[in-house]
């Protein structure tokens, strides 16, 4: 059985910082690229991040870009999601996947965690 466990969320100030943790269990994580996900509070999913099956090759999403830095332990079957400068709108609850392949360019995410919640507010 696939699972994704996120861990990491809490309240911070603006301009702060968190790591988001997600491990993996259930499948060869080596083998497959993975991506965080927010939805803030009332919106729809909001991609934010993906990191190919080595950890060699990342994507950000433009809000990101520059703030977030994704990378991988495949040896903990550990994907992670650094936040730096964070800002209130980046309130959201955070959900690591998986992906059916990997990378993304010809896979869709087929496991998602339960979430972690990450308050940005002073």
């Known amino acids: 059985e696939v699972q994704l466990v996120e861990s990491g969320g809490g309240l911070v100030q603006p301009g702060g910082s968190l790591r988001l943790s997600c491990v993996a269990s259930?499948?060869?994580?080596?083998?497959?690229?993975m991506a965080w996900v927010r939805q803030a509070p009332g919106k729809g999913l909001e991609w934010v991040s993906n990191?190919?099956?080595?950890?060699?090759?990342?994507t950000y999403a433009d809000f990101a870009q520059g703030r977030f830095t994704i990378s991988r332990d495949n040896a903990k079957n550990t994907l992670y999601l650094q936040m730096n400068s964070l800002k209130p709108e980046d309130t959201a609850m955070y959900y690591c996947?998986?992906?059916?392949?990997?990378?993304?360019?010809?896979?869709?995410?087929?496991?998602w965690g339960k979430g972690t919640l990450v308050t940005v507010s002073s």
């Open positions: 996947a998986k992906y059916a392949g990997n990378g993304w360019f010809n896979y869709g995410m087929d496991y």
């Open positions: 990191i190919n099956n080595g950890g060699g090759s990342t």
């Open positions: 259930g499948f060869t994580f080596t083998s497959y690229a």
